[in-house]
């Protein structure tokens, strides 16, 4: 609205407020304005009905999703099992794992050259276990715990190989000595 337009608005107003102010409505329209201001509490009570519904609704979603992810969520439970399962297995192979060291180490100390190959394979073996390690931190993946085992038993038996040819050199010189 422009100023002019404004500005005359408020001059006809002023002129006229005497008419204005001796009109009534009819009682017709009190009746309409007394129905609509009923309607209004009926919506209000309408109004509280859909909201209790939504909330409802959605707790009734939410509890739906966590009861679908029911498996999932006790599974993180599962992980701390098996975690706690894995470091046993681990302390079990590393305990078999250092005492065949200990004795390769006392029976390989006359055959420098056995022990330069046996060490390669352990590398291999020993780099292999790190990545499965760090992949399993990430993952927690059972195929992942299973690689971990097998390269835990895999190093047992590289180890028992390992004494088993140090065993036979060490009887095969024992044997040339005696003849």
Known sequence: ???????????????NKD??????????IWERIKTDLD???ENHIKMIFWRA???ALFVLSVGLTFYANRDSIFSQGN???????FMTTEQYYS????ERQDMIKAIATSYPDVETDFESDWDVLDQNYKQLKNEYK???SEEVLHALIQN??????LLNKQMEVLREMKNEDENQVQI
């Open 152 to 157: 835990l038993q895999a190093r047992v038996n």
């Open 53 to 55: 519904a939504a909330i």
């Open 1 to 15: 609205m422009t100023r002019d337009m404004q500005d005359k608005l408020e001059k006809f107003v002023k002129t």
């Open 19 to 28: 008419k204005f102010d001796k009109l009534t409505p009819r009682d017709s």
């Open 79 to 85: 992980a701390v099992v098996e975690d706690d399962e």
């Open 95 to 98: 305990s078999i794992i250092s």
């Open 138 to 140: 990430q993952n927690k």
């Open 39 to 41: 309607t209004s509490s």
